[in-house]
């Protein structure tokens, strides 16, 4: 005789309960009928065509995918929600969070490819959205809820990039720039594709909605521009967006976009980024400081002269990062000392 065993979750704990047989482990039920039909002995020959109803086990897998969901159980969510795309590959519930819970999963060395898939996975899931919804109030609730997701896991994987980047060692910290910036990017567009696709698939039904991704779009992006080779492009997209979002939010204000290379040349290239809290505290320096005199402005404009030159030439020596790294360090614990703050700084647009 074959073992009780679960259709959904596979497992043998099934206790009888109230006239049906109860699984312990995804709290599918199993009327009498159906527990005798699961453990016959051997096969049963069916001849014609039969029609399977997979209703009822549809309905089983949907509820123990969304408690997992719910209850942040990244692994067994990714597990339901593949068994319901087997069975329903039209489902944008299932569509979207096998894609979503396996990027929620993904290890750092993973990040630009989860992200994008995250991303590739938008345009399909939206247009099963449109297709197979046709209430308003509940395609509005859908598509507000994979906006709250898509937030969620864009954000979580460009923190990620961002920390692990910053808690690498200083002097080797340049060998992973590419790599962070590769993280970063494919992080925030994330953010800008559900908008694009968003307005594409529904015009401007949730136009509200795209300009609100979009702007966090930009935020992200302005983060890490000054690490980019090709700054105007980069600034080019963030103004397009910017109108993008006017079209929607007529008062919004456009970031300052700061693409002048003029953030500390020699200790950014010293210290392997622009966005780490010695580079912070100098620039606040620079800003608070140095730009409130005349002598301060003309040193800071001096050196965005003759500090390009000198990174060029000289930025990839040993020797000039060894000299460059014990002056610099010097200056900063001062800094710290004098209570010039460590913490992310926004650069203000000062006039030199």
């Given at each position: 005789?074959?073992?009780?065993?679960?259709?959904?979750?596979?497992s043998?704990?099934?206790?009888k309960?109230?006239?049906?047989?109860?699984?312990?482990?995804?709290?599918?039920?199993y009327s009498?009928?159906?527990?005798?039909k699961?453990?016959?002995?051997?096969?049963?020959?069916?001849?014609?065509?039969?029609?399977?109803?997979?209703?009822?086990?549809?309905?089983?897998?949907?509820e123990?995918?969304?408690r997992?969901?719910d209850?942040?159980n990244?692994?067994?969510a990714?597990?339901?929600?593949?068994?319901?795309?087997?069975?329903?590959?039209?489902?944008?519930?299932?569509?979207f969070?096998v894609?979503?819970?396996?990027g929620?999963?993904?290890?750092?060395?993973?990040?630009q490819?989860?992200?994008?898939?995250?991303?590739?996975?938008?345009?399909s899931?939206f247009?099963?959205v449109?297709?197979?919804?046709?209430?308003?109030?509940e395609?509005?609730?859908?598509?507000?809820?994979l906006?709250?997701q898509?937030?969620?896991?864009?954000?979580?994987?460009?923190?990620?990039?961002?920390?692990?980047?910053?808690?690498?060692?200083?002097?080797?910290r340049?060998?992973?720039?590419?790599?962070?910036?590769?993280?970063v990017s494919?992080s925030?567009g994330?953010?800008?594709n559900?908008?694009?696709?968003?307005?594409?698939?529904?015009?401007?039904?949730?136009?509200?909605?795209?300009?609100?991704?979009?702007?966090?779009?930009i935020?992200?992006?302005?983060?890490?521009?000054?690490?980019?080779?090709?700054?105007?492009?980069?600034?080019?997209?963030?103004?397009?967006?910017?109108?993008k979002?006017?079209v929607?939010?007529?008062?919004?204000?456009?970031?300052?976009?700061?693409?002048?290379?003029e953030?500390?040349?020699?200790?950014?290239?010293?210290?392997?980024?622009y966005?780490?809290?010695?580079?912070w505290a100098?620039?606040?320096?620079?800003?608070?400081t140095?730009?409130?005199?005349?002598?301060?402005?003309?040193?800071?404009?001096?050196?965005?002269?003759?500090?390009?030159?000198?990174?060029?030439?000289?930025?990839?020596?040993?020797?000039?990062?060894?000299?460059?790294?014990?002056?610099?360090d010097?200056?900063?614990?001062?800094?710290?000392?004098s209570?010039?703050?460590?913490?992310?700084?926004q650069?203000?647009?000062?006039?030199?």
């Open positions: 005789m074959k073992v009780l065993t679960c259709e959904i979750c596979d043998t704990n099934l206790i309960e109230d006239g049906v047989f109860i699984c312990q482990s995804c709290s599918t039920k009498v009928e159906e527990a005798k699961m453990i016959i002995d051997g096969t049963i020959e069916v001849t014609g065509t039969v029609k399977i109803d997979t209703s009822s086990e549809l309905t089983n897998l949907y123990v995918a969304r997992a969901k209850s942040h990244n692994e067994n990714l597990r339901y929600y593949d068994m319901i795309l087997v069975k329903d590959p039209s489902s944008w519930e299932a569509n969070y894609v979503f819970f396996r929620m999963s993904c290890k750092i060395s993973e990040i490819n989860a992200a994008i898939s995250v991303s590739n996975c938008i345009p899931t247009h099963l449109k297709n197979r919804i046709v209430d308003s109030e395609q509005t609730n859908v598509v507000t809820e906006y709250a898509i937030l969620l896991i864009s954000e979580m994987l460009y923190n990620a990039a961002k920390s692990h980047y910053n808690k690498i060692d200083i002097q080797i340049n060998n992973y720039t590419q790599q962070y910036v590769n993280n494919a925030a994330i953010i800008y559900f908008g694009n696709c968003l307005t594409e698939t529904f015009e401007d039904t949730f136009g509200t909605l795209a300009s609100d991704a979009w702007k966090r779009g935020k992200m992006h302005n983060g890490y521009i000054n690490l980019l080779q090709d700054k105007e492009f980069n600034k080019n997209i963030i103004l397009q967006y910017s109108e979002i006017k929607y939010d007529s008062s919004y204000q456009t970031p300052t976009i700061d693409i002048s290379s953030g500390c040349y020699i200790a950014t290239s010293i210290y392997g980024s966005d780490c809290p010695e580079v100098l620039r606040r320096f620079r800003d608070n140095l730009a409130r005199n005349w002598h301060g402005r003309l040193f800071v404009k001096t050196y965005y002269r003759i500090s390009p030159i000198l990174v060029r030439k000289f930025g990839e020596t040993k020797w000039f990062k060894s000299i460059g790294r014990k002056q610099l010097k200056f900063v614990v001062k800094l710290f000392e209570g010039v703050e460590k913490t992310q700084y650069d203000r647009k000062v006039q030199y």
